[in-house]
């Protein structure tokens, strides 16, 4: 992926797959890429791990948007939406985020670790290096630390780098007594300080919607995050628009979902520095419409491409198959797709060690067993990487593991 633009489209043929490749590492970072050949007769290797066969190595694919620390299921939820229930009566009857909070509630933080080390685990097996974990669930100070606390936990569990958000600002919780306004402000006096104090998350998000918080609620909260030091994300325009402005307004890093999108919140991504992610595994949860991802990159925009994994509306996880089916229905190339989720995923992150296959990143990369990388994404998501390294290290190995 080296050499390729972070912004706008990019045809397939800007590819150009190197063959006999050696990668040459050291202290967990890529020191070199050239031929095996001449690597092997040029360098001193304490270590050397030879593939036989034909072989595609990409980037460690990066996960820029989850929700995987959570307990329960919304398995019910689904079942009522295929028959026709909207998200309002589904809430009545119980469901939606209320359910997910009631349960991560009951459960204490060690199962929670455990579900987020487990969950972040088949990430890793299909590729993922590096995920994004939102909290959420708790949406009061002492919960979403107990929440955040366990995303921290598992990091230090798995392999995987997990980047922790802080989305107390997920929805107004119904056993607040107060407004928005006051909740938010408890929120941002109480809990952001703590954040700081214990290194638990350098992220605040918001969901800017009907459901959720208003643009005028959320402006002062940001602002107060904004001047904390922390870096911004946004739950915008997934059902109507207004939270894509809120993004480029405060300066967030991304602007994610983006389904409800029109041409003139488009054309005002693309001239920002935000990174517009979409989220295809929530049009699948929810049988709705993807994210305007081809006309974000015909527009000159920066689009990432994020698996949204979580138990309500997107509860498959499944990043490689998500992105060839939105490939597929956004008319998306390979190179897109794929830069979508390794160099334009860490962009989304703000994380600028990553991505790409090239001397001085972290040694993250995974391998599929092919000769052609355009297999990867024609499978749609059924050919998973048959290895997978993290910081130089072989942390997955399909054969292996039978």
Same mark, same amino acid.
């Given at each position: 992926?080296?050499?390729?633009?972070?912004?706008?489209?990019?045809?397939?043929?800007?590819?150009?797959?190197?063959?006999?490749?050696?990668?040459?590492?050291?202290?967990?970072?890529?020191?070199?890429?050239?031929?095996?050949?001449?690597?092997?007769?040029?360098?001193?290797?304490?270590?050397?791990?030879?593939?036989?066969?034909?072989?595609?190595?990409?980037?460690?694919?990066?996960?820029?948007?989850?929700?995987?620390?959570?307990?329960?299921?919304?398995?019910?939820?689904?079942?009522?939406?295929?028959?026709?229930?909207?998200?309002?009566?589904?809430?009545?009857?119980?469901?939606?985020?209320?359910?997910?909070?009631?349960?991560?509630?009951?459960?204490?933080?060690?199962?929670?670790?455990?579900?987020? $080390?487990?969950? /972040?685990?088949?990430?890793?097996? =299909?590729? +993922?290096? %590096?995920?994004?974990?939102?909290?959420?669930? !708790? *949406?009061?100070?002492?919960?979403?630390?107990?929440?955040?606390?366990?995303?921290?936990?598992?990091?230090?569990?798995?392999?995987?780098?997990?980047?922790?958000?802080?989305?107390?600002?997920?929805?107004?919780?119904?056993?607040?007594?107060?407004?928005?306004?006051?909740?938010?402000?408890?929120?941002?006096?109480?809990?952001?300080?703590?954040?700081?104090?214990?290194?638990?998350?350098?992220?605040?998000?918001?969901?800017?919607?009907?459901?959720?918080?208003?643009?005028?609620?959320?402006?002062?909260?940001?602002?107060?995050?904004?001047?904390?030091?922390?870096?911004?994300?946004?739950?915008?325009?997934?059902?109507?628009?207004?939270?894509?402005?809120?993004?480029?307004?405060?300066?967030?890093?991304?602007?994610?979902?983006?389904?409800?999108?029109?041409? $003139?919140?488009? /054309?005002?991504?693309?001239?920002? =520095?935000? +990174?517009? %992610?979409?989220?295809?595994?929530?049009?699948? !949860? *929810?049988?709705?419409?993807?994210?305007?991802?081809?006309?974000?990159?015909?527009?000159?925009?920066?689009?990432?491409?994020?698996?949204?994994?979580?138990?309500?509306?997107?509860?498959?996880?499944?990043?490689?198959?998500?992105?060839?089916?939105?490939?597929?229905?956004?008319?998306?190339?390979?190179?897109?797709?794929?830069?979508?989720?390794?160099?334009?995923?860490?962009?989304?992150?703000?994380?600028?060690?990553?991505?790409?296959?090239?001397?001085?990143?972290?040694?993250?990369?995974?391998?599929?067993?092919?000769?052609?990388?355009?297999?990867?994404?024609?499978?749609?998501?059924?050919?998973?990487?048959?290895?997978?390294?993290?910081?130089?290290?072989?942390?997955?190995?399909?054969?292996?593991?039978?």
């Amino acid at each position: 992926m080296t050499g390729l633009p972070l912004r706008g489209p990019i045809p397939d043929e800007a590819l150009s797959p190197l063959k006999d490749v050696g990668i040459l590492v050291a202290a967990g970072k890529i020191v070199a890429i050239d031929t095996y050949t001449k690597l092997l007769s040029e360098s001193r290797h304490t270590e050397i791990q030879e593939l036989k066969g034909d072989h595609v190595c990409l980037p460690g694919i990066i996960d820029a948007h989850t929700h995987i620390c959570f307990a329960g299921s919304r398995a019910k939820d689904y079942t009522l939406r295929n028959a026709g229930k909207t998200y309002l009566e589904i809430a009545k009857a119980g469901g939606g985020i209320w359910d997910t909070v009631t349960r991560t509630r009951e459960s204490s933080q060690e199962t929670l670790v455990k579900q987020t $080390k487990k969950l /972040a685990g088949r990430h890793l097996k =299909n590729g +993922v290096t %590096t995920i994004e974990v939102k909290s959420g669930y !708790g *949406l009061s100070v002492p919960e979403e630390l107990k929440m955040l606390r366990a995303i921290k936990q598992a990091n230090d569990l798995t392999p995987s780098d997990l980047i922790t958000t802080c989305l107390a600002a997920h929805m107004l919780p119904r056993d607040y007594d107060g407004n928005a306004t006051a909740y938010l402000t408890e929120i941002s006096d109480l809990l952001f300080p703590k954040l700081k104090e214990e290194g638990l998350a350098h992220r605040i998000d918001a969901f800017i919607e009907k459901s959720a918080f208003s643009k005028n609620q959320i402006a002062p909260y940001f602002k107060k995050a904004r001047e904390m030091g922390f870096d911004l994300t946004v739950h915008a325009d997934q059902f109507t628009t207004g939270g894509s402005n809120i993004a480029i307004q405060f300066g967030a890093v991304s602007a994610d979902h983006l389904e409800a999108s029109t041409q $003139k919140e488009i /054309a005002l991504l693309a001239k920002s =520095n935000v +990174v517009a %992610t979409a989220l295809p595994g929530a049009s699948l !949860g *929810l049988g709705c419409n993807f994210a305007p991802a081809r006309s974000i990159l015909d527009a000159g925009g920066v689009l990432a491409i994020a698996s949204d994994h979580n138990p309500g509306s997107a509860p498959m996880g499944d990043l490689l198959t998500q992105a060839a089916i939105l490939g597929a229905f956004e008319k998306l190339t390979n190179a897109e797709v794929l830069a979508g989720i390794t160099f334009r995923a860490a962009a989304a992150l703000k994380l600028h060690d990553r991505g790409r296959l090239k001397e001085g990143l972290l040694a993250d990369f995974c391998g599929f067993h092919s000769d052609d990388y355009r297999e990867i994404l024609y499978n749609q998501g059924n050919f998973k990487p048959c290895m997978v390294w993290k910081n130089g290290e072989l942390v997955f190995d399909k054969h292996k593991a039978k």
